[in-house]
């Protein structure tokens, strides 16, 4: 495999000089200087264990090796390492930083590539099932090992920590895939709230803000990027994805919140607030903002969408559960994307939606402003926000599910 690039370790303090040859630059490359020992050894290292490193080759063997024998394999290597790393004649010129930096590349780039396995073969192939990784193989990867600040500068290990949210974000969606990046986003970030913390989490977060911005839907952008920023203002990885992060928040919420909502030729939507304007049985128009000060339950459905109308029962006992104080201050939203309104009048009527909350419509189907704002690309789809106007869950619990009031109520009491 060819191999023309050198990583250099480099401690403060370090004083080193180079010479770099017409032939490869990993091969003709001389080092010297403080520090110089260090990268000596690393280059050598590297060039031993290329295959092991190279996102290539680990992937070329995740998608052509069975995960019993994968395992099997890289904890080989990872032993192999260890050993050539131990038995170094030249130990007692290495630093002591660059003897920890070593320890934690070996054990993390098993780690990673263990972790990366259902990942990388799931996003390979069209199934939308990520193969979940048999129990005793992973029963010591835990939060601790992906919660270690001082091997951030590992990229093995900032590699496993990727990784492993993503693994076990998969793992609470029953391992479905998402089926939209802002979902996505948001669940992973949530766990990566709930299981990081420190350098680690505000490095993944940002990280992930930084890379997938532009893809998600602006509302989960800045919600995302507030947690972080209320944890880390100072922080100088925060500050280098500000002025992106709310750029291009602030841009694509202004092109959804300006648009006409409605079919062709429909009025314009004269509601006042943020984001698309909805209409309702009266036709009068509202936003969320008008829903400050209440919990909201928000239900994206369409006349047509049999698995919408079949979750309205549920709908029905989930109100019925709330008492008439804690109804006060919690609210039903049914949102439409029917394209035509007497459809949605219709089917309204017959389920007796409106004795059940508020109803809305942003008329278009797939091509609806409410659609566009939230990408969403599959119904029934719930959300819920808080009393200050907040998203707090962009993929919420069916009413079917026995959770969704539970989760409600500890909204509720925040």
Request: a neutral charge.
């Amino acid at each position: 495999m060819p191999w023309n690039f050198v990583d250099i370790f480099v401690e403060p303090g370090d004083d080193m000089s180079f010479q770099i040859g017409t032939v490869s630059l990993s091969k003709s490359i001389v080092m010297q200087g403080t520090g110089a020992a260090n990268n000596i050894f690393y280059r050598e290292f590297m060039r031993k264990f290329y295959s092991s490193y190279n996102k290539d080759a680990i992937k070329d063997m995740i998608l052509n090796t069975p995960i019993d024998a994968y395992e099997i394999e890289i904890y080989k290597q990872k032993l192999a390492q260890q050993e050539f790393f131990d038995k170094y004649e030249k130990q007692n010129e290495l630093s002591q930083n660059f003897k920890a930096y070593m320890a934690q590349t070996i054990k993390y780039n098993y780690l990673n590539r263990l972790q990366s396995f259902p990942i990388i073969y799931g996003n390979n192939n069209k199934a939308m099932i990520v193969t979940p990784l048999p129990d005793l193989m992973i029963e010591n990867v835990i939060d601790k090992l992906a919660q270690n600040d001082d091997a951030l500068p590992c990229e093995s290990y900032r590699q496993f920590v990727y990784y492993y949210v993503v693994y076990q974000t998969s793992k609470l969606n029953n391992f479905a895939k998402f089926t939209d990046l802002s979902t996505s986003m948001e669940r992973k970030c949530a766990f990566a709230f709930n299981h990081l913390k420190d350098k680690t989490l505000n490095w993944y977060v940002a990280k992930f803000l930084n890379d997938e911005c532009e893809k998600v839907s602006p509302v989960v952008v800045k919600s995302v990027y507030k947690k972080l920023d209320e944890r880390y203002v100072a922080s100088e990885v925060n500050n280098v994805i500000r002025t992106k992060v709310e750029t291009r928040a602030a841009a694509k919420e202004d092109i959804a919140a300006n648009k006409k909502t409605g079919a062709i030729g429909a009025t314009p939507a004269t509601g006042q607030g943020n984001g698309p304007k909805i209409k309702d049985l009266k036709g009068n128009y509202f936003t969320l903002d008008d829903f400050k000060g209440k919990v909201v339950y928000i239900d994206f459905w369409a006349s047509w969408c049999g698995p919408c109308r079949g979750q309205f029962p549920y709908s029905k006992e989930l109100h019925h559960k709330f008492t008439k104080k804690q109804l006060k201050e919690v609210e039903f939203l049914y949102i439409s994307i029917d394209s035509k309104e007497d459809a949605w009048k219709k089917a309204v009527e017959q389920m007796q939606l409106e004795q059940q909350g508020k109803m809305g419509i942003v008329p278009g189907d797939w091509g609806s402003e409410i659609c566009k704002y939230f990408q969403i690309n599959s119904i029934p789809r719930y959300m819920i926000m808080n009393k200050k106007g907040e998203i707090v869950d962009f993929n919420a619990k069916r009413p079917s599910d026995e959770q969704i009031f539970n989760d409600l109520i500890k909204i509720l009491a925040e």
